[in-house]
């Protein structure tokens, strides 16, 4: 037995799946052109520390070297 639909739901579906591509495929485009994920250049990694209390005379723009090496406050 052949399922037969009418045409306008054949019409609907078939709309619905081309607007579904077109989204993937602008979604994809976007992702290429933004590059979300290139930020961090290479030889760097990002760290964050968040703490109450880190010693008598640190303060905001202290310069600070861990293990040698001088930790520099990123610009974003």
């Known amino acids: 037995m052949i399922l037969r639909a009418p045409e306008e739901s054949v019409e609907r579906t078939l ?4 607007a579904a591509v077109l989204l993937c495929i602008v979604c994809v485009g976007f992702v290429i052109l933004s590059n979300p994920f290139g930020a961090v250049s290479g030889g760097r990694i990002s760290v964050t520390i968040d703490t ?3 010693g008598q005379g640190v ?3 202290t310069a600070l070297v861990m293990h ?9």
């Open 68 to 76: 040698g090496v001088k930790i520099e406050r990123s610009q974003g």
């Open 15 to 18: 709309s619905i799946v081309g």
């Open 52 to 54: 109450p209390y880190v």
């Open 59 to 61: 303060t905001h723009g």
